[in-house]
């Protein structure tokens, strides 16, 4: 479906690029927190994809929508905890 489609189209420079640019502009906005949301978010998001993969058997639209959710989940969360332990 889709969701192959735009994973087969991504490429390595692609898949590479992507994740160091969130970190770039998360440690600009928000420092270390930034950085430490960033690296959540990326392990959550890679961790459940290959959970929900596996159990679909391929990475669809919904699995990719799916991802993006968990991930600014993550980062919220993280954010959201980072700031209440230094309270």
Do not use: H, N, S, Y
């Not at 640019?21 to 906005?29: G, K, P, S, Y």
């Amino acid at each position: 479906g889709q969701g192959a489609a735009f994973a087969a189209g991504v490429g390595r420079t692609g898949a590479a690029l992507a994740p160091a640019l969130a970190v770039l502009v998360a440690v600009a906005a928000l420092g270390m927190v930034g950085l430490v949301a960033t690296i959540v978010a990326l392990l959550v998001t890679i961790g459940a994809a290959r959970f929900i993969a596996g159990r679909l058997g391929g990475i669809t639209g919904d699995v990719l929508g799916a991802m993006v959710e968990a991930a600014e989940l993550a980062t919220l969360l993280t954010v959201i905890a980072w700031v209440g332990a230094r309270a």
